[in-house]
């Protein structure tokens, strides 16, 4: 199509419809995301125990870092962006690696090893053609079901009322947890549309309703914050650390894989078409550009958000027009501190009851990559072994207390280093047999114990 001649299409990449009607489309992208965004940054301050004002800026931070992000990705500068229908922002995949890297090292830690990350990033984008079978969907997936298995403490203790806070475990937290819970899980099954795509905010809604009338909201924050601001570089420090180093390159390396997967189910749902070349670097590359940069300044690593992947793929909305609009949005409100603040003031049951379902979700899309390839003995063994270590490990640290602390910083902080090492290795280890060459390899025994 002739992009002299403007389309109004929602159907066109380069389409620009009326704006009465693309805000309500944009709203949904808006609606799928925006609290995964603030959500990571506040369970990472619950971790590095930062101050509220630190609070606040990581939240600003984050909301611009996915609008500069979803924009690159959108419109491209050189090569760097997929050109693409597709929302990024601040990805839970990477909480298990923050809150580990925070506990020990702060904030600075965190962002001195996602410059190396992002950079990580950038080189698997370079090499992602020749090094992309080493990542199957048996290696990925493994990776993917650790992570969402890690976040269950975290979701369980914000529901509880959050680590160190004198009423964890009370019943009125547990009461707000479970009133969030469930008005998330009824709306996102019963209700319709918009609806629908919002059942977190209707959840993390109803439950701040609740916490009020307990008396569990502190409005003080939002009355001090300012109404604009905009993020000073280095403000949080840098600090570099090999350990923290080594764990930030491993989560970033295996989310560029996954997003492989969000930018081909994009061009495939959504587009009717195979992702190319040129749009799988460009996206990766985009990525880790942001993810660089945007640690000067304090946010958060990006990764493309599969619900809105889902959302195009459903709609067939692809104008990049309509997601520009929600970039925007996110934007403008990196921009105002009071948005921020208000986000401080959910309490942790309301937090914990509203993610438990999106973490849950996170393991369900590790199991669904893991079922891509054959149930196989072999892949089988890589699962399990790779899921007993590195959780093993995970749940009684001390079983290498002896070891050098960098091993244990690198090792025993997440279980996803361990879970992706095991993993990679058996699978290039392992030798390659499908189920039926070990249905072939049965009936020869069986043969040979016959005669």
């Known amino acids: 199509m002739n992009r002299n001649n403007q389309s109004k299409s929602v159907f066109d990449f380069y389409g620009?419809?009326?704006i009465l009607k693309a805000l309500p489309l944009s709203l949904q992208h808006i609606l799928a995301m925006i609290m995964g965004t603030v959500t990571v940054p506040i369970i990472v301050v619950g971790a590095v125990d930062a101050s509220l004002d630190e609070k606040m800026a990581l939240i600003q931070v984050a909301l611009l870092a996915s609008g500069l992000s979803t924009l690159l990705q959108l419109y491209a500068i050189g090569r760097m962006g997929a050109r693409l229908p597709t929302i990024f922002g601040v990805g839970f995949a990477y909480v298990p690696t923050l809150t580990a890297v925070g506990a020990q090292f702060g904030i600075a830690g965190i962002l001195g090893a996602q410059v190396i990350g992002g950079l990580a990033m950038i080189l698997a984008g370079l090499f992602i053609k020749r090094i992309r079978h080493l990542f199957p969907p048996v290696v990925a997936g493994t990776v993917v079901l650790v992570i969402g298995l890690s976040l269950y403490d975290i979701a369980i203790n914000y529901m509880a009322g959050g680590i160190g806070s004198e009423s964890h475990g009370s019943v009125q937290n547990w009461t707000v947890a479970i009133v969030t819970l469930t008005v998330v899980l009824l709306v996102s099954q019963f209700a319709r549309g918009f609806l629908q795509l919002a059942s977190i905010i209707c959840g993390i809604g109803v439950g701040y309703l609740l916490s009020m009338f307990y008396g569990m909201v502190d409005f003080s924050a939002v009355s001090d914050a300012d109404w604009f601001t905009a993020p000073k570089p280095l403000e949080f420090g840098m600090e570099f650390h090999s350990a923290a180093i080594i764990s930030m390159v491993i989560i970033c390396v295996i989310n560029s894989v996954q997003t492989i997967g969000d930018l081909s189910a994009t061009t495939v749902g959504g587009m009717n078409r195979e992702l190319s070349d040129r749009e799988l670097f460009g996206g990766l590359l985009g990525n880790g550009f942001c993810t660089t940069v945007g640690s000067i300044f304090g946010a958060l690593p990006t990764a493309s958000f599969s619900q809105n992947v889902g959302i195009v793929a459903m709609t067939k909305v692809i104008s990049r027009f309509v997601l520009a609009l929600a970039a925007l949005f996110l934007l403008v409100a990196g921009f105002i501190p009071?948005?921020?603040?208000?986000?401080?003031?959910?309490?942790?049951?309301?937090?914990g009851g509203a993610t438990i379902i999106v973490f849950g979700m996170i393991t369900m899309t590790g199991i669904k990559l893991i079922t891509k390839d054959e149930m196989s003995s072999r892949n089988v063994t890589i699962v399990s072994l790779s899921l007993a270590l590195s959780m093993?490990?995970?749940?009684?640290?001390?079983?290498i207390g002896k070891f050098p602390e960098m091993f244990q910083?690198?090792?025993?902080?997440?279980?996803?280093?361990i879970a992706a090492f095991v993993s990679f290795t058996l699978n290039l280890l392992l030798p390659q047999k499908t189920l039926a060459d070990e249905e072939r390899e049965r009936r020869q025994i069986e043969l040979k114990l016959s005669n």
């Open 338 to 351: 009071k948005f921020g603040a208000v986000m401080t003031t959910i309490p942790y049951p309301v937090l």
């Open 392 to 399: 093993g490990i995970y749940a009684v640290p001390d079983a």
């Open 409 to 417: 910083l690198v090792v025993g902080g997440s279980p996803i280093v």
């Open 16 to 18: 620009r419809p009326p």
